[in-house]
Nanobody, 117 residues
Framework: QVQLVESGGGLVQAGGSLRLSCAAS????????MGWYRQAPGKQRELVGT???????NYADSVKGRFPVSRDNAKNMVYLEMNSLKPEDTAVYYC???????????WGKGTLVTVSS
């Protein structure tokens, strides 16, 4: 089992920045993908960005260039630096961890980000 705990959400004005953090604990496998998804009210959960244990990244077009994902393998942490925030970025942001050998995924409980106009 892997436990994920997000932090850093909150209320911010449009154009502002926030940094989300996610701490992973438990049975961490060295080959993995960590990252972020989000779910806005009334919408499906969608990809924000992911990063592999070898630091390859993948982003949704809507956040590319604004929301870099980074990680600290020694601390089992993943980060989402959110810049130039827009009201449409308002959502619950979920941290995810996926083992590359088995494909099993784990999810955090989410942290709410609200961007006011």
């Amino acid at each position: 089992q892997v436990q994920l705990v997000e932090s850093g959400g909150g209320l911010v004005q449009a154009g502002g920045s926030l940094r989300l953090s996610c701490a992973a604990s438990g049975s961490i496998f060295s080959l993995n993908v960590m990252g972020w998804y989000r779910q806005a009210p009334g919408k499906q959960r969608e990809l924000v960005g992911t990063i592999t244990s070898s630091s390859s990244t993948n982003y949704a077009d809507s956040v590319k260039g604004r929301f870099p994902v980074s990680r600290d393998n020694a601390k089992n942490m993943v980060y989402l630096e959110m810049n130039s925030l827009k009201p449409e970025d308002t959502a619950v942001y979920y941290c995810t961890y996926k083992r590359l050998n088995s494909g099993i995924s784990y999810w955090g409980k989410g942290t709410l980000v609200t961007v006011s106009s």
